[in-house]
């Protein structure tokens, strides 16, 4: 299935991790820690009522540490001195801000929609080895990435969101690594 189809189906849980997802993998452009997102994926994983095709799931801590994640987010950078106007950070930020407070359907797939465009973007942004002919490396493992939460959460309900977590977990990992290495080119042409 594409994911597009991924998307269209999600239900409430699905799509909000689908949007966590890309935000975590893409929060080391804004110099974040590892925990930063923690609690919103806490409040996610705690959701374990049948509510995944109502169309209202608010949990009562979701909008709450919502906020709290905002706030700490607010007063990061980037890393080696990354400009506040580049794109792929305003991308980053972009994710955050547009994060629902309540857990609506209808809001979480715009939002789904618009974090899986921009992280797709962010990797475009920074990849090297960018290939106007086909997906380059880094585009392509965020494809998969973004896919595998989707197929995770559809699969696996409330259980899916570990998973989820561990599979962001690896693509931020891949993504500190990019941007350290571009602070380090950076660094060098100063």
Same mark, same amino acid.
């Given at each position: ?7 269209? /189906? %999600?239900?409430?849980? !699905? #799509?909000?991790?689908? @949007?966590?997802?890309?935000? *975590?993998?893409?929060?080391? +452009? =804004? ?38 994640? /905002? %706030?700490?987010?607010? !007063? #990061?950078?980037?890393? @080696?001195?990354?400009?506040? *106007?580049?794109?792929?950070? +305003? =991308? ?48 392509? @493992? ?9 197929? =995770? ?38």
């Amino acid at each position: 299935m594409s994911l597009v189809e991924l998307v269209a /189906r %999600a239900d409430a849980r !699905g #799509l909000a991790a689908s @949007g966590l997802a890309c935000l *975590d993998r893409c929060l080391p +452009l =804004l110099d974040g820690g590892d925990d930063v997102l923690r609690p919103l994926w806490a409040a996610l994983a705690a959701d374990t009522a049948d509510t995944a095709d109502t169309a209202d799931t608010s949990g009562p801590d979701w909008a709450e540490e919502l906020a709290r994640v /905002r %706030a700490e987010v607010a !007063g #990061l950078g980037g890393p @080696g001195g990354t400009d506040g *106007d580049d794109e792929a950070v +305003l =991308l980053v930020r972009g994710m955050l801000s547009g994060a629902p407070d309540d857990r609506s359907v209808p809001a979480l797939r715009a939002w789904a929609d618009a974090c899986s465009a921009a992280a797709l973007r962010v990797h475009r942004l920074l990849d090297p080895a960018a290939d106007p002919a086909g997906p380059a490396p880094l585009v392509a @493992g965020e494809l998969r990435r973004q896919t595998a939460v989707l197929e =995770l959460l559809a699969a696996h309900g409330p259980a899916g969101v570990r998973p989820a977590l561990e599979a962001s977990t690896e693509g931020r990992r891949v993504l500190r690594a990019v941007v350290s290495r571009r602070a380090r080119g950076h660094d060098a042409r100063l």
